[in-house]
Every structure is written in C-alpha cells, then in structure tokens.
C-alpha cells in the first residue's frame, strides 16, 4: 500500500503571506503515462471536499490561480502564494496511483 | 447542475450492517464512476470505495472483505453496505462523482469533483 505523510499538520498562516504544504509519498507516483498520480483537496469547515489540484500541478476548473501544485516522484508541494480567510480548512493529498489513500491532512488556520 | 444526496440510518448497531444510498439529480450517473469516502471525528479522510455505472468495483483493501457498492442505474443511485461495524466505523460518510479530468497518453484520468453534503453515521448499542 502507498502511505501519504504530510507536513506539517498544522499550518498558522498571516492573510496575504504564502503558505505551503509538503506532502510525501511511500513509493513514486509516476504513472507509465509520465504524469504524477496526485490531487490535492480541500475540506472547509462544515463543507464537504472540493477538488484543487490534479495529476499534481493542474489546478481544478474554478480554483483561484493563487493555488498551485508541483512536485515529482515522491515530493509534492501545494503553495499558496497569498492566503486569504477563505482559505482556512484541511487541506489533504491523495494518491491515485494504486486504488487511492489519503494523507493524513494538514489544517491551515488563518491569524 | 448535478448534485448528490446521502441517505441511510444515522445510528447503527455493532455488528449490524450500515447501508447508505447515494442519489444522482441533475445528470445521469451512466458514465461516471461513483466514490465513497469517509471522515470519521477528529480524524482525516478515507477512502472507501468506487464503482463504475456498469458495475466494476475498487475497494479500500482494508475494507474490502465487509464492503459491497453496487449501482441502481433506473433509479439513477449507488450504494454501500458495510457489515459487521464497529464504533470505528462511526464517521461522516460522502458520496462523491469521478469525472474524466485529463486524457494523459491515451490514459483516461479521474478525480472527485462533485460531492454530497455528506451523512453522518454512529455505530453504538
């Protein structure tokens, strides 16, 4: 099994500075395709997960260019490059490549 | 606009089993595969389980040897059952659609883009 392991796991962020999430993988998530098998999802509070990013830098329809995703083989990063209150929620990496696991998700609070 | 709805008993029994439904309005769920995911208190997401809408299942492997998600396509749902609960299985439980998000190398890739608002279901006596 691929295991997902965030950091950090809480994350205090000042609105308008940057922010960003590192998320590591057991095994590469390089398909045969050459794309990296990873999205990256938000839970807001109350609300249910939305998708941000997908196959590891493409950023879903609809979500601010402020979000963005890189990475390769078994390090990804999520960067926010300016937070804003909306922001604030869970943030979670899942990989795609074999079935699907979640990491363990990382709470970003804004100050 | 398509949108998704949980349904199921909020409290179940150990041992028992829970059964939700997931109904699909607004679209058809033909061609789409149909995802469940979990978040029990206080902890992270999990994922559970899909389905295509012909019926061709992926499970979670450590819930695989209790879990069932099958597909009503006439009444446009799809559904879970979990045998034999226990309080670890308590969580807030969401249906969620997998669409084709990107054609990668002849590769069809699919993420959960739409989801339900969620159910929550507590096992205890």
Same mark, same amino acid.
């Given at each position: 099994d691929i295991v997902m392991t965030q950091s950090p796991l809480s994350l205090p962020v000042t609105p308008g500075e940057p922010a960003s999430i590192s998320c590591r993988s057991s095994q590469s998530l390089l398909h045969s395709s050459g794309?990296? %098998?990873?999205?990256?999802?938000l839970q807001k509070p109350g609300q249910s997960p939305q998708l941000l990013i997908y196959l590891a830098s493409n950023r879903a329809s609809g979500v601010p260019d402020r979000f963005s995703g890189s990475g390769s083989g078994t390090d990804f990063t999520l960067r926010i490059s300016r937070v804003e209150a909306?922001?604030?929620?869970? %943030?979670?990496?899942?990989?795609?490549?074999?079935?699907?696991?979640?990491?363990?998700?990382?709470?970003?609070?804004?100050? | 606009q398509v949108q998704l709805q949980e349904s199921g008993p909020g409290l179940v029994k150990p041992s028992e089993t829970l059964s939700l439904t997931c109904t699909v309005s607004g679209g058809s769920i033909s061609g789409y595969y149909w995802s469940w995911v979990r978040r029990p208190p206080g902890k992270g997401l999990e994922w559970i389980g899909y389905i295509y809408?012909?019926?061709?299942?992926?499970?979670?492997?450590?819930?695989?040897?209790?879990?069932?998600?099958?597909?009503?396509?006439?009444?446009?749902?799809?559904?879970?059952?979990?045998t034999s609960v226990?309080?670890?299985?308590?969580?807030?439980?969401?249906?969620?659609?997998?669409?084709?998000?990107?054609?990668?190398?002849?590769?069809?890739?699919?993420?959960?883009?739409?989801?339900?608002?969620?159910?929550?279901?507590?096992?205890s006596s």
């Open positions: 794309y990296y %098998y990873l999205d990256w999802y909306e922001d604030a929620g869970v %943030y979670y990496c899942m990989q795609t490549l074999q079935t699907r696991t979640f990491g363990q998700g990382t709470k970003v609070e804004i100050k | 809408y012909s019926g061709n299942t992926n499970y979670n492997p450590s819930l695989q040897s209790r879990l069932t998600i099958s597909v009503e396509t006439s009444k446009n749902q799809f559904s879970l059952k979990l226990t309080a670890a299985d308590t969580a807030a439980y969401y249906c969620a659609r997998l669409s084709r998000v990107a054609t990668v190398s002849n590769y069809y890739y699919h993420s959960m883009d739409v989801w339900g608002q969620g159910t929550t279901v507590t096992v």
